[in-house]
């Protein structure tokens, strides 16, 4: 059996994994290669599964906690593409809250499955929107120490840190960051990138492309501060059906969603907020970065519709009972604004427990 080349792209809540990976994923097709995608996250629903299956590529999902936690489940679910995809490649995304991913699945998977995989280099995406103020030390980087303590923990086990929405800086604020970055993290190569339009994605398929012992950083982590930190986040997935006798633009609604509920939650940061609809073959998705930024439309439906299914996944510093109470009620408010009746289906509203690996390699392997 040809090992599968399993490439794993980290990155904070906001940091633009999805983009980079279904990039990726179409670069690796047009080369002739299988590609299978593996998303992740703590709850069921989840924006970027139904996002990139849309965009035609095999997915699978490991829901419920991170993969450190769902270690056998990722396996499981590797092997569900390999039995219905046969891919050569493996591109996985882990949820954006944890860390400690060398240690807890890394090192096992060279160590339990090294017949069945090459594991090319671990790639952190880094999010400027917070990152900048976290490597500044601002008082107002928007999370607490403990949460930022996670944000740099990530960068600390890279084999490669890429700075995303390059497109969306000036020359003298990408110059900063990179320096910011390079002066804390040395001799971690530094590439610049944009998901979005595919500048410097050359270089991020040279260095994926590598062989060599990669992923072999293991952190010296205190778990209490990483669970305090993830804690501070309510997370809410929800998923609700929209009907109306008239017509109404999607992405409009998927916007106005992602606006409003910004609104409403106006002291209180946002991770990642992202909203996608779905209709007979339409999608459209919405998405906001953090609480100083403004909401896009990342991949427009451009339809009118009558009826929509629409999920949203907020990952916010706030209360999960007043996070769930506000969504629904935006919800609400914009179908009513539409002359739409509104079924809701599943909410999941929480705030993460702490992360309980099912393994921890306390030494990297050799290989």
């Known amino acids: 059996m040809t090992p599968i080349r399993f490439l794993m792209v980290g990155g904070f809540l906001g940091a633009g994994k999805t983009t980079a990976l279904a990039r990726l994923a179409r670069f690796y097709m047009a080369r002739g290669h299988k590609v299978g995608l593996v998303t992740n996250d703590q709850a069921q629903d ?85 990152g900048l103020k976290i490597l500044r030390n601002e008082a107002g980087a928007g999370f607490s120490p403990k949460a930022a303590y996670i944000f740099r923990k990530q960068l600390e086990e890279a084999d490669a840190i890429l700075l995303n929405r390059i497109d969306e800086l000036t020359p003298a604020e990408a110059d900063e960051l990179a320096g910011l970055v390079s002066k804390q993290y040395p001799g971690v190569p530094v590439l610049r990138i944009s998901a979005r339009t595919g500048q410097g994605f050359d270089a991020v398929t040279q260095l994926l492309d590598q062989e060599g012992n990669f992923g072999h950083k293991i952190l010296d982590i205190d778990y209490d501060i990483y669970a305090e930190g993830e804690a501070e986040l309510g997370w809410l997935n929800s998923s609700v059906t929209m009907k109306s006798d008239q017509r109404f633009d999607l992405d409009a609604l998927l916007l106005a969603v992602v606006k409003e509920i910004q609104a409403t939650l106006a002291d209180a940061e946002v991770a990642h907020l992202k909203a996608i609809g779905l209709w007979e073959g339409f999608f459209g998705v919405a998405n906001l970065v953090s609480s100083g930024t403004q909401p896009v439309l990342s991949l427009p439906s451009n339809c009118q519709v009558k009826e929509a299914n629409v999920i949203v996944n907020a990952r916010v510093a706030t209360d999960p009972a007043i996070l769930q109470e506000q969504v629904e009620s935006t919800l609400s408010r914009l179908a009513k604004q539409r002359s739409a009746a509104i079924e809701f289906h599943k909410t999941q509203s929480f705030r993460p427990g702490r992360p309980q690996p099912t393994h921890r390699y306390s030494t990297a392997s050799a290989r």
Request: aromatic share 10%.
């Open 46 to 130: 989840l924006v970027d599964t139904y996002a990139l299956r849309e965009q035609g590529f095999p997915v699978a999902e490991v829901a419920g906690a991170c993969f450190c936690c769902k270690f056998n489940d990722l396996m499981d679910q590797v092997d569900v593409l390999r039995r219905s995809d046969r891919p050569d490649i493996v591109l996985a995304e882990p949820v954006g809250s944890c860390t400690d991913l060398v240690a807890t699945v890394v090192q096992p998977l060279k160590d339990l499955y090294g017949d069945q995989f090459r594991v090319g280099p671990y790639a952190v995406i880094f999010k400027p929107s917070h």
